[in-house]
């Protein structure tokens, strides 16, 4: 048991005689326990010394080496769903040297990745994918005639989805052969919602598994389990007799997420993911106030609002520490909602609260929200009801990388009839705005960055007209309209080279009078947001300028049509030019 994170590399001297699963295979199954300890060991380390999810990875320690000890990878195919527990895989993978890089700028990916290693058979991010793609891979298998094993790995969590209820039904009408590991852990995140897991839990006490046997089973998987995810005296045999036989197999086996590190297995939630340790290298400063990130303005926000009005409900897919739900849970627990991993249910389930004349509040990351696509269009725009979304971490979010960045929500949802779209810049701006979008009648997005603001001094948020820009200051070279957080970065810029500079706060509405007078005296216009290009704020002024004929020139900032690799944000915006240099340069060779 390990009680605190080595600062120092521990001598793991049997992993470090890994270099492949090819070499894993030559050990004895007696040696294995000790692999397992010195690869916990090196992850702690490792994660230590870069910040990362590692309380995942350490509670699939003993089922990553037994996979790879069995397996014939790369050519078996496995795939890990969500991926937030690879790190082990990626060590054993021959990736032990380079876990320093994951997730800084040019380093490994926090996730599988199909172009960093042939032991990547799918690249994951979003949860309850895996068994879709395993029995893709399967049956093309079988088409080709080919004989590799295929098994998914997935969690309790992810299995609430119904994506994945939806692939173990289509796998058993196929027959393929296919080897479904559900780890079992209690946890998503969070804590785990619904009945599935209060099933899988209640049905636990049953030592030969017979309930839990009787769903999967029903769905024409041969069940085995339930099995001690760190005993491979179980495991071993477990996962060989389920590779063995044909057809859906289903394993299921126990584990405890942060398994061997104390204080994760006392606070799994706590350290899902951690920040790398940084030296201490002088007495540390005085305590500062905490200044409340985006999540914590929203979570006092609808706490405020929610005393004020019993009609607000709040509703998130698994995401209530994220988006800083835990003290409306505690306070309004009967209007709180956490509905698990399932988006396209969390839209729906608010459609038919706002139906009934309740005011639901969405809570979801914006990369999430794509999930639920289809229902934000059907079930909620084309009814025109009014619900509220809160969208975190939209624009780039760092080292989580391309699949956690909200890059797209403007250009998915500016295209809905009805749908209210606004960008705060700070954090009044942020309360101003969810109050406006409580209010309007019809559905709302408001859409935020992960992390901190610029420290905006907090009043009672007001109610603004839908529509209504805000002017920063007159310029005399071009006009530069921000859209969202960026505003302290467009204001270097304004004063750099004498630009008018306005807050516009909403894309859709536009505030159309505003930009009417603006052509007038400006030949150039600059839009800014930390969204796509393609399809974003810019691209909704474009098609207003065409529209009424407008013939003024107009340059969109924003992030290219590439995908952004992990980094700190500050890199992400750097290499995207949408930081204050990158804005200035830009503007200065258009000027």
């Known amino acids: ?20 699963p090819a070499d894993l295979r030559q050990l004895t199954v007696k040696q294995l326990p000790l692999l ?21 990875g350490l509670g699939v320690i003993e089922l990553t080496i037994a996979l790879h000890y069995l397996l014939k990878t790369p050519e078996d195919h496995l795939i890990w769903d969500v991926g937030h527990q690879s790190y082990p895989h990626k060590i054993l993978t021959g990736r032990r040297e380079s876990m320093l890089s994951i997730r800084q700028k040019g380093g490994l990916a926090p996730f599988p990745r199909i172009s960093e290693s042939p032991y990547d058979d799918f690249g994951t991010g979003h949860s309850s994918t895996s068994i879709s793609a395993a029995l893709g891979m399967a049956l093309a298998d079988r088409l080709q005639g080919l004989k590799h094993k295929t098994v998914a790995v997935i969690g309790d969590g992810a299995m609430t989805a119904g994506m994945a209820f939806e692939a173990l039904n289509h796998a058993a009408h196929t027959n393929a052969n296919l080897l479904v590991i559900l780890n079992d852990n209690d946890m998503s995140i969070s804590r785990n919602e619904g009945g599935l897991a209060t099933y899988l839990a209640k049905n636990l006490k049953d030592k030969m598994g017979a309930t839990t046997a009787a769903l999967f089973e029903a769905l024409d998987f041969h069940y085995n389990g339930p099995v001690d995810g760190h005993d491979f005296k179980q495991l071993l045999p477990a996962l060989q007799r389920s590779l063995n036989s044909p057809g859906p197999q289903f394993l299921h086996i126990t584990t405890l997420k942060g398994k061997g590190f104390a204080p994760a297995e006392k606070d799994p939630v706590g350290y899902h993911a951690i920040t790398k340790i940084e030296p201490i290298i002088q007495p540390p400063a005085a305590p500062k106030s905490k200044q409340p990130n985006f999540a914590n303005i929203f979570g006092r926000w609808i706490c405020d609002l929610a005393e004020q009005d019993t009609r607000t409900v709040a509703i998130t897919p698994a995401m209530s520490e994220g988006s800083d739900l835990i003290e409306f849970s505690r306070r309004f627990g009967e209007r709180f909602f956490d509905v698990a991993i399932a988006e396209q249910h969390a839209v729906t389930l608010a459609a038919g609260m706002a139906y009934r004349k309740m005011k639901p509040v969405v809570a979801i990351y914006s990369t999430f929200l794509q999930r639920g696509y289809d229902q934000l269009i059907h079930d909620v725009a084309i009814q025109n ?25 403007i250009s998915f949802l500016r295209c809905l009839p009805g749908m209210m779209i606004m960008t705060p810049s700070d954090e009044q701006e942020l309360c101003n705005l969810l109050q406006t979008g409580y209010e309007y009648s019809g559905p709302a997005a408001v859409r935020y960055p992960r992390g901190k603001g610029p420290g905006a001094e907090l009043n009672k948020p007001i109610t603004i007209q839908p529509g209504t820009a805000r002017p920063i200051r007159e310029g005399e070279n071009a006009a530069l309209l921000n859209f969202g957080p960026l505003l302290n970065e467009a204001r270097v810029a304004a004063e750099k080279l004498d630009l008018t500079l306005i807050d516009m ?31 974003g704020a810019g691209a909704e ?34 290499a995207c030019g949408l930081d204050s240099q990158g804005i200035i340069a830009t503007i200065s060779a258009r000027l």
């Not at 009680?3 to 120092?8: Q, T």
């Open 385 to 409: 009801l009014d619900i509220l979304f809160a969208l975190d971490r939209a624009g780039l979010v760092g080292e989580d990388g391309a699949t956690h960045s909200g890059c797209f929500d």
């Open 36 to 56: 397992a300890e010195q690869l916990r060991a090196f992850l702690l380390y490792s994660v230590g010394q870069t910040g990362g999810h590692f309380g995942a």
């Open 1 to 20: 048991m390990f009680y605190a994170i080595p600062e120092s590399r521990p001598a793991t001297p049997l992993l470090d005689s890994i270099a492949d």
């Open 505 to 535: 706060r909403f894309v859709k509405p536009l505030d159309a009078q505003l930009i009417d007078q603006l052509v007038k005296s400006h030949p150039l216009l600059v839009t800014l947001e930390d969204h796509a290009v393609k399809g």
């Open 541 to 574: 002024v474009s098609e207003y300028l065409h529209a009424k004929g407008y013939t003024n020139q107009l340059l969109t900032l924003g992030i290219p049509d590439r995908w952004i690799e992990h980094a700190t944000r500050a890199e992400q915006l750097s």
